[in-house]
């Protein structure tokens, strides 16, 4: 098993007009990204600078078994979402494992849960 940094960016089935958690089948792709956490292969993952693309770390044997993986995601058949670049990460620092000072914790920053996150039994930070 390997580290890969993968970057995801927006399809041509996009609808700028709308946030993310508006797009179509928003319930159905974050039940797939949540699966895909729970099974140990995405380890980190979100939005990044103005939300016109995502970064994840993902753990797994070579670039097939990802695109394999993420082909499945219901934003991928629709367009939604795709592969921006995979890249291998010789992951070297990761202070997840190390307690941190009190002073030295940054707050997390999260997007507002909508009426259908609260309805899916998901919370805020």
Do not use: K
């Not at 097939?64 to 499945?72: D, P």
């Amino acid at each position: 098993m390997a580290y890969f940094a993968v970057t995801m960016i927006h399809g041509p089935g996009w609808d700028p007009s709308r946030q993310i958690r508006d797009q179509d089948a928003w319930d159905e792709h974050a039940a797939f990204m949540d699966a895909l956490v729970d099974n140990g292969f995405l380890l980190l993952g979100g939005p990044v600078a103005d939300g016109q693309r995502a970064l994840h770390l993902i753990q797994a044997t070579d670039e097939h078994e990802i695109r394999a993986r993420l082909g499945g995601d219901p934003w991928a058949s629709m367009e939604l979402l795709q592969i921006g670049a995979i890249e291998l990460w010789a992951l070297w620092l990761d202070g997840r494992q190390t307690t941190l000072p009190a002073d030295r914790i940054l707050p997390l920053t999260c997007m507002p849960l909508t009426d259908q996150d609260r309805a899916c039994g998901r919370s805020g930070c």
